[in-house]
């Protein structure tokens, strides 16, 4: 995929470089967890985030034209989510198409400065 991605960075867009955009979640954030717990969710979504880093490092030494990011979609009403749901703030939890439309908004707007970033659905940046 690698080359393809290469060759494609910003061709018949508006952007200078093409984006690999990964769907992982706060609870994969060492530095923000504050609750343990979900333990098999939590270690394959830093297993994600870290593969994802680690990616973006390559593509940045080898001065590629791509970038990396991870996003977190917030809490979208799924059935993933449904159990947790009364947890949730009021005004937290997400239709699909509010969360997509701010994941996309993301993505289009992302600039080389972002690889490696990981990114809330807000576009706040979320600690490793």
Not at 4 to 14: A, D, F, N, Q, S
Not at 76 to 102: A, I, M
């Amino acid at each position: 995929m690698w080359p393809l991605l290469k060759v494609g960075g910003g061709h018949g867009t508006e952007r200078d470089v093409a984006v690999v955009a990964n769907l992982s979640a706060r609870v994969g954030s060492i530095g923000d967890n504050r609750l343990g717990g979900w333990h098999s969710y939590r270690s394959s979504k830093t297993a994600l985030n870290q593969l994802t880093k680690t990616v973006s490092v390559e593509f940045a030494r080898k001065k590629d034209p791509i970038i990396c990011l991870l996003l977190h979609p917030g809490t979208v009403d799924t059935d993933l989510s449904r159990p947790f749901q009364r947890n949730v703030p009021e005004g937290k939890l997400f239709t699909k198409e509010f969360s997509v439309q701010k994941l996309l908004s993301i993505i289009n707007n992302a600039k080389s400065r972002d690889n490696g970033k990981f990114l809330a659905w807000d576009g706040q940046e979320i600690p490793w």
